[in-house]
C-alpha cells in the first residue's frame, strides 16, 4: 500500500510489563511498514520531545530522588500533555502511522493498578492530557512477571523496573484487565517465541487496522 493511499492517520501503541520487548517490536513494525511506503512516526513515553526527554531522565534515570506514585503520574501527564500536542496529532493529522512506545495505559497500570491511585482519576486526567485521544490499535504484549524482570535486568534496571516484584506483578494484571475491558482496541500477544515469530504477530494487528482505516476512507 501507497504512503499516498492512505488518507487518514492511524495511531498504534505498544504496552506490556518490563522485558516484553515492546521497544523491539515497536521498532521492528515502523521498519516494516516504512518498508511498505507507508510514512511512519516511531516515538516513546515518557519522551519524544525535548521537555518529554527531560522529564524521562527525571522520571527513569535520576538517582537519590524519592517519588510518590502520585508525583510520577503528574510528570507522565506532563510529558504525555507536550508529546500529544507535538508529535502525535500532527502526525495523525498528516495522515501518518504513529507508533508509540506506551501511552495511557502505561499510566493506569503503574500508577493506579500497582501505584494506588484512584483509576477514575487517572483517567480524567489522560483525557485532559491527551484531548481525548485514543489509540487505534493497542499491542500488548504479555510475558510472565520474573521472566520479564530478568530480561530487563541484563540491560540495566532504570528506577521504575527496580520496584519490587510485587509491583510488577499488579502491572501485569493491571493489562491483562485492561484487556478484557477493551477487547476491540487491546490485542494481547504472548511473547513466548522467538522475536521474528511475535513480530509476525504483531504485525497481522497492525497491518488488519492499517487497511481497515483506508478502506473507510476511500
Known sequence: MAQKNIKKGVFITFEGPEGCGKTTHAQALCDFLKGKQIDCVLTREPGGTKAGEEI????????????????ELFLFEAARSQIVDELIKPGLKAGK?????????ATICYQGYAGGID????????????????????????VDTA???????????????????????????????????????????KVDGSIEYTQTLVRREAEKIVFRKHKRTK
Open 56 to 71: 524521562r531522565r527525571l522520571l527513569l534515570h535520576s538517582s537519590g530522588i524519592e517519588m510518590t506514585s502520585l508525583t
Open 97 to 105: 502511522v504513529v507508533i508509540c512506545d506506551r501511552f495511557t495505559d
Open 119 to 142: 483509576i477514575g482519576s487517572i483517567g480524567s486526567l489522560n483525557e485532559v492530557a491527551t484531548g481525548a485521544l485514543k489509540p487505534d490499535l493497542t499491542i500488548l504484549l504479555d
Open 147 to 189: 521472566t520479564g524482570l530478568s530480561r530487563a535486568m541484563s540491560k540495566g534496571f532504570d528506577r521504575m523496573e527496580k520496584k519490587e516484584i510485587g509491583y510488577h506483578k499488579k502491572v501485569r494484571d493491571g493489562y491483562l484487565k485492561l484487556a478484557k475491558k477493551y477487547p476491540e482496541r487491546i490485542k494481547v500477544i
